[in-house]
């Protein structure tokens, strides 16, 4: 039972450099969403996606896109990344958009 | 502006004692909170929840109480286990979930 795979678990970038983190679950979620984690800031969601081509903001979405092409896959991609984007980002996922959110292992992101 | 506090970043309990882990929130109209645990380098795993509809609710060990009237949550973990050391964040569901900043639980053998 794979549940919620995110890749890479590490990655370094130069500033201005482009990517994309994948995630991928297997559960029939339809709520999918990325968040990022920093220090004394908790968790913060970045974008969300409630079913297939739908996606919508969270509270911290600039300088990231994300689309939703199938009920599996959300991947978050970093147009052009900075220093401040150097942090943890988590990918998870629900049933619906309320209830309990499964997280996939994260993915540690440098930007140099 | 941070909607749902965890004050406490950090807490050592001796094994066998209880654990008493707070948060509070802003938002009147959250109606379903959670406990993650998160231990280093994995993803947070949910651990526990309650509607706003109820003031407890209890998993085993662990049991969440909720205060609507002070926007307060508690979660106990009784008796402390070594293998419960890990960050620990609340959150709270209106139209999207909003997360503690965490504290970390040490459990001293």
């Known amino acids: 039972n794979a549940g919620v795979t995110q890749t890479p678990k590490f990655q370094v970038l130069k500033t201005g450099q482009s990517m994309t983190l994948q995630c991928a679950q297997d559960m029939n979620h339809e709520y999918m969403s990325w968040y990022r984690q920093d220090p004394g800031m908790g968790l913060r969601l970045i974008h969300y996606s409630v079913g297939a081509g739908i996606t919508d903001q969270g509270e911290v979405p600039n300088g990231y896109n994300v689309s939703r092409s199938t009920t599996e896959d959300f991947p978050l991609r970093l147009l052009s990344a900075a220093p401040s984007q150097t942090s943890v980002y988590f990918c998870?996922?629900?049933?619906?958009?309320?209830?309990?959110?499964?997280f996939g292992s994260g993915t540690q992101l440098s930007v140099l | 502006d941070q909607q749902v506090k965890q004050n406490s970043p950090s807490l050592s309990v001796q094994e066998g004692r209880i654990s008493i882990l707070n948060c509070d929130y802003t938002n009147s109209m959250f109606d379903y909170f959670l406990w993650y645990k998160k231990y280093p380098a994995e993803g947070p795993t949910f651990l526990i929840s309650?509607?706003?509809?109820?003031d407890k609710n209890e998993d085993g060990r662990f049991t969440v109480f909720l205060n609507k009237s002070a926007k307060h949550l508690s979660l106990h973990i009784v008796p402390s286990q070594p293998g419960d050391s890990a960050v620990y964040f609340c959150a709270a569901s209106g139209n999207q979930f909003y997360f503690g900043t965490g504290t970390s639980l040490t459990v001293i053998p």
């Open positions: 309650i509607s706003s509809i109820k």
């Open positions: 998870a996922s629900s049933l619906t958009d309320n209830e309990k959110l499964f």
